[in-house]
């Protein structure tokens, strides 16, 4: 048995030197506890990239605690970091521990950093800087022991000119900084990602695949992939499933790539398709159904905790993931607007399937789709 690599272990696909450098990075900064600033586009494989950083570190035993700085509302956002005292603000029934407390021993991920609201920067840099910090309400100075990763899509020295991000953290952070090239930057690397993930979807689903013409591979080698690695595993997913595992050719594939595509219902014209392709998509809309479902069902199980936690003034003892899709108190409208907006993307852009998986009608979808400004 061959020993596997450090980049197998850890699940970072990628043959580009960009990769192969981030990796040996990684592998170098790990084992240590120093800061480490991520930054690439959305899509691009940030998280990745920070799961392998705390699994080869020796605090991978330890919990990894993700929180999206962008998800949180303002006014919360120290109370949930920093945690707070009993009574420190209306609501603040009993005492909590917040993130950093949660990820002691281990490693805080800090998701979008560049949506840090200021006022928490402040803390944020004393804690980067002792490990010291203060609940919300509280005097006394607490210790922790947590490793900081952080990411952002944003430009931070811009976010520094521009009075939004804090010039003494900025330099604290980019100590190490890990950026990862958009997709387009290193089209060496598609083929593999297309070849794993059409492994891992063939298998989820078992649809045996028929393969892909090289000219085919070409357009999504010269495609510019404003999604990144995101987008690409989400069109692999739909071609397999809708065209059935049948043979790609250019025509196919362009039909998956927003920029080439013609119009929404061209490719349901009759060709020669025929109740396969009504069947692969009935069963990804019904995939798709059961993850929005999930989704809700998250969304409804965050709000139950949420209250529960009011209720019986409970201290959260787990780390908890943040996560933008999962964020509480919601309005009606704003779930329907993610719903629509996850449903198009889902079936890129196609509106009749994701109308269907909406079951609402394509003329609703529409009008949805201008109400929110989705197009
Ligand atoms: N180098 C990579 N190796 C394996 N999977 C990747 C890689 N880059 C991105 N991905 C996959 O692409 C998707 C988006 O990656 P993610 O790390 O969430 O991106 P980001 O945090 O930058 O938005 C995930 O499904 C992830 O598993
Ligand atoms: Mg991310």
Do not use: C
């Not at 002691?104 to 609201?117: K, N, S």
């Not at 922790?144 to 811009?158: F, G, H, P």
């Not at 739909?238 to 594939?253: Q, T």
């Not at 907006?341 to 399937?353: C, D, K, S, T, Y």
């Amino acid at each position: 048995m061959s020993p596997r690599s450090f980049q197998d272990e850890y699940g970072i696909i990628g043959e580009s030197v960009e990769i192969k450098k981030i990796v040996e990075v990684v592998e170098q900064v790990a084992p240590t506890d120093i800061t480490v600033l991520i930054t690439g586009e959305s899509g691009a494989g940030k998280e990745v990239i920070a799961k392998a950083i705390h699994g080869a570190s020796n605090r991978s035993k330890k919990p990894l605690v993700t929180v999206n700085s962008g998800a949180i509302p303002e006014g919360i956002i120290e109370s949930e970091l920093f945690g707070h005292e009993r009574g420190s603000f209306t609501g603040a029934s009993e005492q909590r521990k917040g993130y950093f407390e949660l990820a002691d021993g281990g490693t805080i991920f800090l998701d979008e950093i560049g949506e840090m609201p200021l006022s928490a920067q402040v803390k944020f840099l004393r804690i980067l800087e002792n490990g010291e910090f203060l609940r919300v309400g509280s005097s006394v100075s607490r210790k922790v022991n947590v490793r900081v990763i952080a990411a952002t899509n944003k430009d931070l020295e811009s976010e520094v000119r521009h009075n939004r991000f804090r010039a003494d953290l900025f330099f604290r952070l980019r100590s190490v900084n890990i950026t990862i090239p958009p997709l387009r930057k290193r089209p060496e690397d598609i083929p593999i990602f297309f070849q794993r993930f059409v492994e891992e979807f063939s298998e989820k689903n078992n649809v045996p695949f028929a393969g892909i013409s090289d000219e085919a591979m070409e357009l999504l080698r010269s495609y510019h992939w404003p999604g990144n690695v995101r987008e690409l595993r989400n069109v692999v997913e739909s071609m397999l499933i809708l065209e059935k595992g049948r043979y790609l050719d250019a025509a196919d594939v362009r039909k998956y790539l927003k920029e080439y595509k013609p119009a929404p219902e061209d490719r349901h014209l009759p060709v020669h398709v025929g109740r396969s392709v009504e069947q692969a998509e009935r069963e990804l809309i019904l995939r798709a159904l059961l993850d929005i479902k999930g989704n809700l069902l998250d969304l409804r199980n965050l709000i139950i905790k949420q209250a529960e936690l009011n209720a019986e003034q409970k201290e959260r003892s787990d780390a908890v993931l943040v996560d933008s899709r999962k964020t509480p108190n919601l309005s009606l409208q704003e779930m329907e607007h993610r719903m629509i907006a996850e449903a198009l993307q889902r079936f890129n852009g196609n509106r009749r399937v994701a109308a269907r998986a909406l079951n609402i009608s394509e003329r609703t979808l529409y009008r949805k789709i201008k109400e929110y400004g989705l197009e």
